[in-house]
């Protein structure tokens, strides 16, 4: 059980487009899903945190505007790079957990390489 | 600020070899401890997880040690083998998950 996949597992664009970045929980609702971000031999950093039906709370120096998360239902969320350029290729991994507080569970990652 | 660091960044060692990995963090408040697997280019599967009240937890070959009064943490692996070759993060919760930069762990036949 709780399973959390991502889609695409890869993605290559061009810089200035946009990108769409899923995340579904499989077999369970997720009150709350959680963006990260890992640069090439750096840790996975927190980008913004979001529960169902509500804003995403960003962190700081997370630029809302550019990274456009929807978490429209307990089973889906999704981020959005906008205007993407080159500084914004990354490893970008989600989690979801059944509230704020419990475990989260990581899905496999998009690897986003923007041209 | 909470900082999370984990030491050695890289680790090569034949098999069968008994390991430990280090983490370490400056703040003491925290509600747990977690011990990740990270394969290249893939998500994370959580090894361990340590409440901040426990001294340890194990599962099979892997134990991990919790001393939150000094800020430490160890992941214990028994008897490597070369499917244990993967990237170990810890990561402290404190609201949210704070994690380590890993150790990038290689064992050879």
């Known amino acids: 059980g709780a399973v959390v996949s991502q889609h695409p597992s890869r993605v290559i664009c061009k810089s200035g487009t946009s990108v769409k970045i899923e995340c579904r929980s499989l077999?369970?609702?997720?009150?709350?899903m959680f963006w990260y971000r890992q640069f090439p031999k750096q840790s996975l950093m927190l980008m913004a945190t979001?529960?169902?039906?509500?804003?995403?709370?960003?962190e700081q120096g997370v630029e809302k505007d550019k990274f456009l998360i929807n978490h429209a239902s307990l089973t889906l969320s999704t981020l959005t790079v906008t205007s993407a350029h080159p500084e914004d290729s990354s490893f970008y991994i989600c989690?979801?957990?059944?509230?704020?507080?419990?475990?989260?569970?990581f899905g496999p990652g998009t690897r986003l390489l923007v041209l | 600020k909470q900082e999370v660091t984990q030491i050695p960044a890289a680790l090569s060692v034949p098999e069968g070899e008994n390991l430990v990995l280090n983490c370490s963090f400056t703040?003491?408040?925290?509600?747990?401890l977690q011990w990740f697997r990270q394969d290249p280019g893939k998500g994370l599967t959580s090894l361990l997880l340590?409440?901040?009240?426990?001294r340890e937890q194990t599962s099979g070959r892997l134990n991990a040690s919790l001393d939150k009064s000094s800020g430490r943490s160890t992941l214990y692996i028994a008897a490597s083998q070369p499917g244990d070759s993967a990237t170990y993060l810890c990561?402290?919760?404190?609201?949210?998950?704070?994690f380590g930069t890993g150790t990038r762990l290689q064992v050879f036949p």
């Open positions: 979001s529960n169902e039906g509500s804003k995403a709370t960003y």
């Open positions: 989690s979801a957990s059944y509230s704020p507080q419990e475990t989260q569970y």
């Open positions: 703040d003491s408040a925290i509600y747990n």
């Open positions: 990561a402290v919760d404190t609201d949210k998950l704070i």
């Open positions: 340590i409440q901040s009240s426990q």
């Open positions: 077999d369970f609702q997720a009150t709350t």
